[in-house]
């Protein structure tokens, strides 16, 4: 846990709701460098400087949750019923599951498996510097994790959709921190098979 002065209330999600439609198979579950696709995204949440990691399932749950299980850490995971809503209704729900304390959150994307370390801390600097919401960038997109404070928490609560937190993001100008990074692997997401070659 990282500290800036008094302890960071900061929490990540770890979105794992999607259904693999594009993938033709689970592909959270995929192979890659001998364990499931997932634990990459895990590892890279455990990284963060997080005190706690939540997991949000849908689409092939029971077997996401044995994967997640497997990982060996303390974490908690939570079900989005209504995830084929899209997007929002997963992010609503882990959201939903953090503590009341909580004043930040990383959001992270199960099918991104190539976040780099020490991204995660530079976007927590960005917020301890006053930024409502931080986000790393590759060559000018903007990619994930993204950090979000506690005061956007509520207007994403109000999200329907498909949509995540991207045009909330859009509308806080500077108050957004965009943070370049010389790795692709802030916008580097799997889709397909040929996507793990």
């Known amino acids: 846990m990282a500290t800036g002065g ?4 900061l929490e990540a999600i770890v979105l794992a709701a999607g259904m693999s439609v594009r993938f033709g198979a689970p592909k959270l579950l995929a192979p890659l460098d001998g364990r499931p696709l997932i634990h990459a995204a895990l ?3 455990f990284a963060a400087p997080a005190r706690g990691v939540t997991v949000v399932t849908g689409g092939h749950a029971p077997a996401v949750t044995a994967a997640v299980e497997a990982f060996g850490r303390p974490l908690r995971v939570v079900h989005a ?3 084929g809503e899209g997007l929002s209704a997963s992010l609503k729900a882990g959201i939903a599951a953090l503590p009341a304390d909580t004043a930040g959150v990383f959001v992270f994307l199960a099918d991104m498996p190539w976040i780099p370390a020490r991204v995660a801390d530079r976007l927590a600097e960005a917020l301890d510097g006053g930024a409502q919401a931080a986000a790393p960038t590759f060559e000018g997109r903007r990619g994930h994790p993204v950090l979000l404070s506690a005061a956007l928490l509520e207007p994403i609560m109000a999200l329907t959709g498909d949509h995540g937190a991207g045009h ?3 509308d806080l100008g500077e108050r957004l921190a965009l943070i370049p990074v010389a790795d692709d692997g802030v916008v580097r997401d799997v889709d397909h098979p040929a996507d793990l070659a």
């Open 168 to 170: 909330i993001l859009s």
């Open 43 to 45: 590892a890279a949440a």
């Open 81 to 83: 019923p209504d995830h």
């Open 6 to 9: 008094e302890t960071r209330r």
